[in-house]
């Protein structure tokens, strides 16, 4: 899957938020005894740089965060919303991180069998030992947002499952397939997802991340499809993104969320209450030096 956040005022994030098995499943062995895999080399530092911009990367070693707050940092490591993680300090939501986490050389080729959700969760023990981690788990009732089909039928187009680069068209044989629809204007304060080739689990998870509350899948769709969606990001959706530089993004009339998602790809929001996994923090320090 690939997503774009497309932020027209200059600020790029892409995270997926959602449920992912830990990282130690991803493990080899030591004379038939499981070793998990972790990260050989962790460097946690204050983000000194004077700029409202998150870069997260995924290099073949690791996993390197730029100007994140602990808080984004602890809910991607326990794959959770903003509604699902509580009792955190003021600071975690103030102070920003550069973080940058190494597997052992030797580890490389495992850690191509890892995928990005799970490198996000192999940082638990981390914070553990740099920021004296500790943490439970409750369940508890809160709304949570259900993905189901709208009336009509879905609007997605199934992707297309394509083992190699299509061949160019002989010269003079007819022109190019037309490029894909180009993002809202620049100009707008709407935000742009591109997912192609998703499954919808996974599309729900980028909802989450983008709504602060857990949202499922129960389209029972099991097709990937090429999701694009842009809306127009109100009050609630605006406070679980870092603020734009610059002062707030010009107003648009674009549709909202709930509005796009019928609209554009057949599919309906609907607010339910359940009961759901919460993560709350019992204790966690700033980082220790490196």
């Not at 992707?159 to 010269?171: G, I």
């Not at 591109?194 to 709504?211: I, K, M, Q, R, V």
């Not at 996994?277 to 030096?289: F, G, R, W």
Request: hydrophobic content about 40%; proline content about 12%.
């Amino acid at each position: 899957m690939v997503w774009v956040r497309k932020f027209v005022w200059g600020l790029a994030v892409a995270s997926v938020v959602g449920a992912r098995a830990v990282a130690q499943t991803q493990s080899g062995s030591t004379n038939g005894v499981s070793q998990p895999l972790v990260f050989d080399v962790v460097s946690i530092k204050p983000y000194a740089k004077n700029v409202q911009m998150i870069r997260v990367t995924m290099p073949p070693d690791g996993i390197s965060v730029e100007g994140m707050p602990m808080h984004m940092i602890l809910r991607e490591a326990f794959a959770v919303t903003n509604e699902q993680l509580q009792g955190e300090p003021g600071w975690a939501s103030t102070e920003r991180y550069e973080l940058e986490a190494k597997v052992a050389p030797e580890d490389l080729v495992r850690l191509k069998q890892v995928n990005r959700n799970d490198r996000w969760a192999m940082l638990l023990p981390v914070l553990e030992d740099r920021c004296k981690l500790k943490f439970h788990h409750e369940t508890r009732e809160m709304t949570v947002y259900s993905l189901v089909i709208a009336k009509g039928g879905i609007k997605m187009q199934p992707a297309q499952t394509q083992t190699s680069a299509p061949p160019l068209p002989a010269p003079g044989s007819g022109p190019l397939p037309p490029p894909p629809p180009p993002p809202p204007p620049s100009n707008s304060g709407e935000i742009f997802f591109n997912a192609p080739s998703a499954t919808l689990p996974s599309f729900a998870h980028l909802l989450s991340g983008t709504l602060g509350v857990p949202v499922i899948d129960k389209t029972g769709l099991t097709e990937k499809y090429n999701c694009s969606l842009h809306f127009e990001p109100d009050e609630n959706v605006r406070a679980n993104m870092p603020p734009p530089p610059g002062g707030p993004p010009p107003e648009s009339d674009g549709p909202s969320i709930f509005t796009a998602v019928q609209e554009q790809l057949g599919l309906k929001l609907m607010a339910e209450k359940e009961a759901v996994d919460v993560v709350v923090i019992d204790h966690i320090e700033q980082p220790s030096a490196n």
